[in-house]
């Protein structure tokens, strides 16, 4: 092979090691070769496509031409590796181990309670450890900004900025860096906690910053970089070609050569279209060495900004440019500094580049209508056309990702003019989510007055998100131009700008008339705005009334309270129990040393799967053509039902579930076949080189609605009464009625759905190495589907990186595919899936419609209700009966309504099935019984709080199913909720802050919730556990629970650590595995700690009091003589301990039963501020109030809560699930379906665990509280519908109205019921395709 053909040698760092791969190949990135080639795994998959931020890294390089080294942080899943030619890579690994020391930011963050699950820790470690490596003593917008694009799904957040709060010495943080009396002592901050409180943290002992301890940059880079004649490199891989030219010569021969090669710079654009839409580039040019693109060049008229540069570079530019010119210059900078801020995240825009933005011509590129609204203009180059310049206008973007511009021109830099006087430019933007979001709609706008008059001169409109690329909206301009900037001319534009931007009811992206009235809004916003300056430059006199001013929202997070009660006087130190103690793992995790799933090391052979899955909703298979896939180079096998060897199916509440579909498919995403190839990369080629036949078959059912049509359900439905509701309802003073949607939710746990299945080679016994709730689940059906005995599986679990319920059936059904695939090949197996596929296959939170009917007397008091729910279940039943039952269960939440009646049934469509998900139907339960108490307070024109305390069990109360209960601690939850929250003063405050604003509204809502623990399935309230003690003292505990970020590890270790009375140091938990703890029920229910904890409690007494004698002879022993005496006595250390939980029942034909161990309660206070005119709003405070008994462990227990608020908020304000009218899920990722992140936590984040409360039911009287306080999110949707009534109540309209949840931007938006979104006429339900 010659020497070009083999291609050169690709050098770089990665933790001050020098790597050289002499077979770099281009489609290889740095994610896949850190974990896969180094095993460097503490850099986590997470989406691998720049959205969830678990791969971040660091990249320093040397600039020759400043000699400096900058740094800064990246996503690993979308940086090629042959990009980083030169360069020094960090990784967690790199900064701090436990072997050696453990850097700052990775023990403040685990010190702090941020690391639950751990799987987002070492993506958040990097962001912030990049942070201080640039700036050691940053701010708290500096570190909210580098964290913004680091998704967590367990945290909530707040533990997680409050870990790095503490390196940052502004004077709102207290304390920070170890620097005393911060602010406590000032005028202070009231919220502080009290000195003597109990802290969930001590900063005071945090390991100081040291910035020696981090890796210097390699001087041979260093060396490297100066070389004086740099080479063009070229790197050769499987089925791709990269060039990387040094000079702009050479580029633009490259490109003339090849037109067709994309110039990769971030690889942002190139990279996801290269993964998710399976695009091949045999030749990629890479034009990051060209320092021509990267050329800064001021002139009298404004910058030439060199095309390569970086997002983050443009901003700093113009940051410094900006305040060395006069204001009137900067108009056009400070729009991009402010939209740059906003755009992708911290790690996108390090990366992405200028020119990369521009061409990509995104239909919601955020510069481009900035750019183009404010004259810029690009400079290109290509051999034919020599040098030439284009304005950046409406003729530039052509079209959907295509510009004028000719295959072989290169950008090659971009000139960003001054303004001039009486020139103004603004930037607005609108985003599913504030932060870390592609906008719904984004624009520029600009405007020049003829001098010292309000006559428009010029002025040109660009829009985002309004079609298939940038927009003019040349039109509106015109209707603008040459006339005086007023009233008469902006009313006659708005109509113009609706006539103009016309989105057809089907297009794509869906929103329509949100799309349009947003147009509307920002055209709005920019005439206050230009009214403002037209004012303050003295044009115009007249004054603008403060209802109509706009200020941004706020943002700044403040200090947050977690209160909790101290352990008792008379506890010894030693004893754990009751003390925040830190997630066990929580070091591993940030130091990236904790090993999930995908994170073990391959065996010799092993083979990796991949899914093949339906592209038909409802369809008969009538062949598959595997041929092609077995062709392919790795590919070994193809895995169909056929080799299934034992059960086919997974029976459930009497139907059937395949594991692989046979004969028919009905869903969008089933399970067909799997491919099995030696590589991750050569199977999922395989996969997609199948061919399958398909015949549609009619009438598929999606929606509840359709459900109900053609009676589509799965049985049995349930029915549950108390009273007689007919009759009552002819009794009441008024009836409502009325109708709630509730969209599903993705579990979006950060680890996907991964499994190592792998034959022990003899009398057919295999080990599973899962991610799952429900190890016993798993060897069950391994076991069956393989036709084996259950002894010949072992399911071993070491921890999982979130599950929230869709770890259970689901795995089980992967597993047992997988294992299919093992037990064939007699290789190990492994099955990881895409973010992508996990969303597509794995189903979620059951969508909800629900129609409901009240009777009220005229004070308040709730008399008759009836409400019938119907759960989209999917294509299978999985677990939707028993959801549906959950359901019903809740009806009354907090409320005593003597006559109610429930209805619930699982419809049966062709969705992808839903399944358990951390609440298990209370969230969608619920909600709607609050919506109908608030319709009842919006009925009678009352305060809803006033409507529930009338309406709440009082004294020792009966609910609907029977079971006797006292809610005082509810009582006391939602009392302490108002006193804390100061409920009546800021309600005050909220009705006047709208009485004087108009477009911003505030919200403010309280709810309650009783949520019942344990499982009504009696059988499943029992749990085991095995506990060993070693003759050196050391004890190793196994029980039944799976760690997955909960914290029940931890909590086992306190329970352990008390019964035993030796410290925690010395009981280790190493996992979680079907051959030491055997018919294990799944984590979940909130059950955990309860089962787990009476079983681990029960051995370790039966071992202490087996030590007792022991003790006796020798007092004054230590814990290891005792165990070495007692080996020796022939005493044995080891021991189970088993739980037999409460015989817990419901019967549905009586309608009685006792289908909960007890309640634990709550109640939330949300306080909101709503911008009416985008729909977007911010949680301003929230204060929770919880009775957990007395808690085991606070910091875990306050983590659980803030958890699952921020996962009930994602749930009702922002997560939504989009389905093609075909069935097909559009919402695959973190680009499309937003999880709250880090600019979602409230700003003010308040946590109280109600004091002096005991259960008798519970270890230690303690409560279960993994799943409850997710309902509490609603507040948020409450404090929303709130503001929207408000708003509502401007245009005159009062009354209960729908408002459906997720409440979106969107919805909030268009339930405003604003002039301006008045003006858009509503696209017809059924005239159009969405
Ligand atoms: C998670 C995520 C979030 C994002 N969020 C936002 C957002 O909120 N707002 C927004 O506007 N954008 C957003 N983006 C898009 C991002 O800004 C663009 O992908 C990026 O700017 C493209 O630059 P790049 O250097 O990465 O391009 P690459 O992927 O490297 O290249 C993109 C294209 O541009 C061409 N190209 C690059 N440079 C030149 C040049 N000098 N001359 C000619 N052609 C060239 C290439 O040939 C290629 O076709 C997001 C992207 C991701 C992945
Ligand atoms: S895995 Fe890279 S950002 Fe999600
Ligand atoms: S701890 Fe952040 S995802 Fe689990």
Known sequence: MSAEEVGDILCFFINGKKVTEDHADPETTLLSFLREKLRLTGTKYGCGGGGCGACTVMVSRYQPATKTIIHYSANACLLPLCQLHGAAVTTVEGIGSTKTRIHPVQERIAKAHGSQCGFCTPGMVMSMFTLLRNKPQPSMEDITQSLAGNLCRCTGYRPIIDGCRTFCQEANCCQSNGAKDCCLNGEGNTDEPEHGEPQLFDKEKFLPLDPTQDLIFPPE??????????????????????????????????????????????????????????????????????????????????????????????????????????????????????????????????????????????????????????????????????????????????????????????????????????????????????????????????VLFSEGSRVVQD???????????????????????????????????????????????????GMVEFRRSLTLSFLFKFNLEVLQKLREMTVITDGLPEKTQIQALPREIQHSLQEFQHVSEGQSDQDPVGRPIMHRSAISQATGEAVYCDDMPHTDGELFLALVTSSRAHAKIKGMDVSEALRLPGVVDVITTEDIPGMKTRPMFGYEEELLAQNEVSCVGQMVCAVVADTRAHAKRGAAAVKIEYEDLPDPVFTQEEAIKKSSYFEPRRMIEQGNVTEAFKTVDQVHEGEFQMGGQEHFYMETQS????????????????????PAGIQEVIAQTLGIPSNRVTCHVKRVGGAFGGKVVKTGILAGITSVAAWKTNRAVRCVLERGEDMLITGGRHPVLAKYKVGFMNDGRIVAADIQYYANAGNAVDESVLVAEKILLHIDNAYNIPNLRGRAAACRTNLPSNTAFRGFGVPQSLVVVENMVNDVAMALGRPADQIREINMYKGPSITHYKFEFSPENMHRCWDECKVKSDYSARRKAVDQFNQQNRWKKRGIAIIPIKYGIAFAESFLNQAAALVHIYKDGSVL????????????????????????????????????????????????????????????????????????????????????????????????????????????????????????????????????????????YRTLRTDIVVDIGRSVNPSVDIGQIEGAFMQGLGLYTMEELKFSPTGVLYTRGPSQYKIPAVCDVPLRFNVYLLSDSYNPHAIYSSKGIGEPVLFLGSSVFFAIKDAVAAARSDSALVGPFSLDSPATPERACLACASPLTQKIPASKPGSFKP
């Open 221 to 446: 880079l260093i060396l490297m970089a100066e070389t004086a004649n740099p080479q063009t490199l070229t790197f050769r891989g499987e089925r791709m070609s990269w060039v990387s030219p040094v000079s702009l010569d050479e580029l633009v021969q490259l490109k003339t050569s090849n037109p067709k090669a994309p110039l990769v710079m971030g690889n942002t654009n190139i990279g996801p279209d290269i993964k998710f839409k399976g695009i091949l580039h045999p030749l990629i040019i890479s034009p990051a060495r060209v320092t021509e693109l990267f050329q800064i060049t001021q002139t009298p008229q404004g910058v030439w900004v060199g095309a390569g540069c970086s997002l983050t570079e443009v901003r700093s530019l113009l940051e410094k440019l900006v305040p060395q010119f006069p204001e009137e210059k900067t108009e056009l900078f400070r729009a991009l500094i402010q939209q740059l801020g906003n755009l992708g995240s911290q790690q996108i825009r390090n990366v992405a580049s200028l020119g990369g933005n521009i061409m990509s011509a995104y239909p919601n590129s955020d510069l481009n209508p900035v750019l183009a609204a404010g004259n810029c203009k690009v400079s290109v180059i290509s051999k034919a056309g020599g040098r030439r310049e284009l304005p950046l206008n409406h003729d530039f973007f052509v079209s959907f990702g295509k510009t004028i511009l000719k295959p072989e021109e290169i950008v090659v830099s971009v000139f960003i003019p001054f303004t001039i006087k009486g020139e103004f430019v603004r930037a607005f933007r609108q985003a599913p989510r504030k932060e870390s979001s592609f906008s719904t709609v984004t624009t520029g706008m600009r």
């Open 755 to 774: 499994m190592l299945v792998v034959p022990v080679g003899e009398e057919r016994e295999f080990n599973a190495y899962v991610s799952t709730q429900w």
């Open 459 to 509: 002025v040109s409109i660009y829009f985002g998100g309004m079609g298939p690329t940038t927009v003019s909206a040349t039109k509106t301009c015109a209707s603008i131009i040459t006339r005086p900037w007023d009233e008469e001319t902006l009313s006659r534009a708005y109509d113009v700008l609706l006539d103009e931007l016309v989105l057809p009811p089907s297009a794509p992206g």
């Open 1037 to 1176: 505990v196994t029980h039944g629970g799976t760690e997955m970020g909960q914290g029940i590890h931890t909590k086992m270790q306190q329970v352990a650590s008390r019964e035993l009375h030796i410290p925690t140091s010395k009981i280790y938990i190493s996992e979680t595995s079907t051959s030491t703890v055997p018919n294990t029920c799944p984590s979940a229910a909130s059950f955990g700690t309860d089962a787990n904890g009476m079983a681990v409690k029960d051995a370790c007494e039966t071992l202490y009091q087996r030590l007792e004698p022991i003790r006796q002879k020798d007092p004054k022993g230590s814990w290891e003589s005792w165990v070495m005496a007692a080996f020796f006595e022939k005493i044995s250390l080891s021991a189970t301990g088993f739980y037999r939980g409460p015989d817990l029942y419901m019967d549905w034909d009586k309608m009685e039963g006792k289908p909960y161990a007890y309640f634990t309660f709550g109640a939330c206070c949300c306080e909101v501020e709503l911008d009416c005119l985008t729909g977007d």
